[in-house]
T-cell receptor
Framework: DAGVIQSPRHEVTEMGQEVTLRCKPI?????LFWYRQTMMRGLELLIY????????DSGMPEDRFSAKMPNASFSTLKIQPSEPRDSAVYFC????????????FGSGTQLSVL | EDQVTQSPEALRLQEGESSSLNCSYT??????LFWYRQDPGKGPEFLFT???AGEEKEKERLKATLTKKESFLHITAPKPEDSATYLC??????????????FGSGTQLTVLP
C-alpha cells in the first residue's frame, strides 16, 4: 500500500491567494483527519470525517478554512483567502474501522504564505 | 478538556545512555494512549498503543509503560538513529471524541555518536 498521499509537498503563496491541499487516504480506511502542526501549538486537529461525512470541524480556525470529502478516496482542505499566520505543516491521516485503530499519517504539506 | 503534557521538550543523550520520556495526561476516561515517532520532514509514525494502567509494550530499544496519570517511553542504549521527535497522544472514551487523538507537544530526542 502506498500509504496516505498528500499533495503538494510544498506550497508557497502570497497573502490573499486561495490554497488547496489534497489527500488520498489508505484504501479501506473510513476515517480521515486533517491536522496542522506548528512549533508554537504542536499538532492540532482541524477536522475529521467518518465515512465521508464531516463529524467534528470545531478545530477549523475560521471561515477561511473549508474541507470536503467527495468520496472515500479523496479529500481537500481549502484556505481562502490565505494569511501569513496560516503558514504551517498540514497533515492528513486516516484510520480503519476499529475505534482504537492507529492513525496513518501522510508526509504533510509545508505551506508558506508570504 | 483532554490535556497531554510531555517532558522534557528536548533531550540530548550520548549513544548508549539510557533515559525516559514522560507523558502526563488528563482525560475523561482513557480509551487509549498512543506513542508516535516523527522524523524531520515526515508525518508521525505509530509506535505503541497502551490501554490500561500497568500495561507495557516493547519494540527494539523502546519500552512504553502506562499508569493512571502518565506514560513513560524508556529508551535503552539508544543509537543515533533513534534521534527523532516522540509524540504522545490520548484518545478519550467519551462519544464525542471517540475517534479523535489529542497530541502532546513532543520531546525532541538527539542521540550523539
Amino acid at each position: 500500500d502506498a500509504g496516505v498521499i498528500q499533495s503538494p509537498r510544498h506550497e508557497v503563496t502570497e497573502m490573499g491567494q486561495e490554497v488547496t491541499l489534497r489527500c488520498k487516504p489508505i484504501s479501506g480506511h473510513n476515517s480521515l483527519f486533517w491536522y496542522r502542526q506548528t512549533m508554537m501549538r504542536g499538532l492540532e486537529l482541524l477536522i475529521y470525517f467518518n465515512n465521508n461525512v464531516p463529524i467534528d470541524d470545531s478545530g477549523m480556525p475560521e471561515d477561511r478554512f473549508s474541507a470536503k470529502m467527495p468520496n472515500a478516496s479523496f479529500s481537500t482542505l481549502k484556505i481562502q483567502p490565505s494569511e501569513p499566520r496560516d503558514s504551517a505543516v498540514y497533515f492528513c491521516a486516516s484510520k480503519g474501522q476499529a475505534m482504537n485503530e492507529k492513525l496513518f499519517f501522510g508526509s504533510g504539506t509545508q505551506l508558506s504564505v508570504l | 478538556e483532554d490535556q497531554v503534557t510531555q517532558s522534557p521538550e528536548a533531550l540530548r543523550l550520548q549513544e548508549g545512555e539510557s533515559s525516559s520520556l514522560n507523558c502526563s495526561y488528563t482525560v475523561s476516561g482513557l480509551r487509549g494512549l498512543f506513542w508516535y515517532r516523527q522524523d524531520p520532514g515526515k508525518g508521525p509514525e505509530f509506535l505503541f498503543t497502551l490501554y490500561s494502567a500497568g500495561e507495557e509494550k516493547e519494540k527494539e530499544r523502546l519500552k512504553a509503560t502506562l499508569t493512571k496519570k502518565e506514560s513513560f517511553l524508556h529508551i535503552t542504549a539508544p543509537k543515533p538513529e533513534d534521534s527523532a521527535t516522540y509524540l504522545c497522544a490520548v484518545q478519550a472514551s467519551s462519544s464525542g471524541s471517540a475517534r479523535q487523538l489529542t497530541f502532546g507537544s513532543g520531546t525532541q530526542l538527539t542521540v550523539l555518536p
